[in-house]
């Protein structure tokens, strides 16, 4: 520390001034990049026409809903028991060695890499349970990488609703499931939901996890038993083996809308649940 | 008769909350079976160390791999963690509020881009720049570490945002009140205070980077040979997975599992420190 005291103070400020104006810039310029060359690509027929020629020329539409129905089960399996969870670590036990395997469990969960979520959906959902390259398959290996999110924004959710409520409830003679529907639940509801449409974006940037168990089949999928490929999957695709560069980027620019309007739903969402319980 | 129906809630609760354990122990079991066979033809140390990796000849050896997962994570750790851990201080003591509210949701949309738009900006953009202004095939340990650097901002500097704000505010206002500067605040009071939670950070992130795929795959230029430098290509773990799961069958998919077992048991470890360090507060 040889400098003076207030020179550091300027020297420090500067930098981190910088770095973080930089780190914006950065984002802006990877966002601006994509959506400047893809925006003149998302027309409404590349929005609703399947693709043809392996994606050289059509629009997006099988894999969109692709996307839309492996998140919809990854969604609807992950939730119940997220939420669940969540429940019985708060509301149902105090601090103890169970708690901490569960907890312990949730954040293995959360740091296992996508590519050995794939390496597993596609030995246990595709070949033992005979799933096959499936929606179910994808939506399912989705559902298990999505549980500690929905646990730990559902969770946080829970605590922050004011004891008195609980109080309440059970002194006006309610018991414990109708304290937890009623007087819990409603107001836990925001940031659980936001909880939950986070585990949408995490379902729809996925790409490793999901091509190893929904396949990358480009037809229009009609059962959950088909195989299908899902819009990063195809952007991927599309990117990495030079079939359509306007097609790639018209893709990841969907891509990139939709993460943004669901960020910013889920800050809505957080930010009217904590005007509420404050 | 209440007593009785809570009890029962509380058994279907924890039942539904042992989802998590039998996940994470069914996703080791079946990874375990398929790939452990593999190791025990081959031999651990020949498979851990060995440099030949050509499943047509059955060749598994797996070391240059593991070094460039190594050296591809410390690259993005020794550029991302200083960036992250200014922005952590920026928006924790220096920002103004409107500039921090902005700024946390551009780090939210950093983190929700799909890691293959990372890597399709990295392989249009930094790939040839390296290659232009550098040398080398631009494809190389240099252009992973730069887009795994991106990418790891957001977990390392959430978790130190959360830590340093947990701080109690006494300690800010107590190095204040002694008369010694913001940065000198910064710097020997609350950094120190909170270096347990910025180690986790950093763990967490570097847990990341070892565990990222796809925008690897498209910047690494996957060879799979011992680099020399950083300006050259190499495979990491994940990309080994990645690439050839497509069309490995047999012993190849086998050793595939294997991989996947090595980059599971080094997560496992850093993520257990993590929450040691985390816990041990």
């Known amino acids: 520390m040889l400098m003076r005291p207030k020179t550091a103070e300027k020297v420090a400020q500067t930098i981190i001034w910088s770095v973080s104006i930089l780190v914006v810039l950065l984002l802006f310029f990877i966002v601006s990049f994509i959506l400047i060359k893809g925006v003149p690509t998302l027309t409404w027929d590349f929005l609703t026409q399947n693709p043809t020629q392996s994606g050289r020329s059509g629009g997006i539409l099988s894999t969109i809903v692709s996307t839309l129905m492996v998140t919809l089960v990854a969604i609807l399996v992950a939730t119940p028991f997220g939420v669940g969870t969540a429940f019985y670590l708060t509301e149902f036990t105090y601090e103890s060695k169970v708690t901490k395997i569960i907890r312990f469990s949730a954040e293995s969960l959360a740091a296992i890499p996508s590519i050995v979520y794939g390496l597993f959906g596609f030995i246990f959902f595709v070949i033992y349970l005979k799933l096959g390259w499936s929606i179910l398959s994808g939506g399912l290996t989705m559902a298990v990488m999505i549980l500690p999110t929905i646990i730990r924004t559902s969770e946080e959710a829970i605590l922050s609703v004011p004891r008195a409520y609980r109080e309440v409830s059970f002194s006006l003679g309610g018991n414990k499931w109708q304290t937890i529907t009623r007087a819990v639940l409603p107001s836990a509801f925001p940031g659980i939901t936001a909880g939950i449409i986070l585990g949408i974006g995490r379902c729809v940037a996925e790409t490793a996890a999901v091509i190893l168990t929904a396949g990358s089949s480009l037809h229009m999928p009609e059962s959950l038993f088909d195989p299908s490929r899902t819009m990063a999957v195809h952007f991927y695709i599309l990117a990495r083996e030079g079939i359509s560069m306007e097609r790639a980027y018209g893709t990841a620019t969907l891509l990139i809308i939709i993460i943004l309007g669901i960020n910013l739903t889920a800050n809505m969402l957080v930010n009217r649940f904590i005007a509420k319980t404050r | ?281």
């Not at chain 2, 991106?150 to 500097?157: A, D, E, G, K, S």
């Open chain 2, 1 to 281: 008769m209440n007593l009785k129906k809570d009890k029962m809630l509380r058994l279907g609760f924890f039942l539904v909350a042992l989802s998590t354990l039998s996940a994470l122990a069914i996703i080791t079991i079946f990874i375990f079976v398929e790939g452990v066979p593999l190791i025990n033809k081959v031999g651990l140390v020949k498979f851990i160390f060995g440099m030949k990796w050509a499943p047509s000849q059955g060749l598994y050896g797996i070391f240059p791999m593991i070094v460039g997962t190594v050296t591809v994570t410390f690259g993005a750790a020794l550029i991302g963690v200083p960036v992250a851990l200014c922005v952590s201080i920026f928006l924790t003591e220096f920002a103004p509020k409107k500039i921090r509210t902005f700024m946390r949701s551009a780090i939210q949309l950093l983190a929700g881009i799909p890691s293959v738009v990372y890597g399709f900006w990295g392989l249009t953009f930094i790939v040839p720049f390296i290659r232009d202004y550098l040398g080398g095939p631009g494809l190389s340990i240099l252009a992973g570490s730069l887009i795994l650097a991106i990418m790891i901002l957001p977990t390392i500097i959430s978790i130190t945002e959360v830590s340093l704000l947990s701080l109690p505010s006494l300690y800010k206002q107590g190095s204040l009140a002694l008369g010694a500067t913001h940065w000198q605040t910064i710097y020997h009071v609350l950094i120190p205070s909170a270096k347990s939670g910025i180690m986790a950070a950093i763990i967490l992130g570097i847990g990341r980077a070892i565990g990222e795929t796809m925008a690897v795959i498209m910047v690494l230029g996957n060879a799979v040979a011992l680099p020399n430098s950083i300006l050259d290509p190499a495979r990491t773990l994940t990309t080994n997975i990645g690439i050839e799961m497509g069309y490995a069958s047999g012993a190849h998919q086998q050793a595939l599992f294997a991989t996947g077992i090595v980059l599971l048991v080094m997560i496992m470890m850093l993520n257990s420190i993590a929450q040691f360090i985390v816990r041990k507060r």
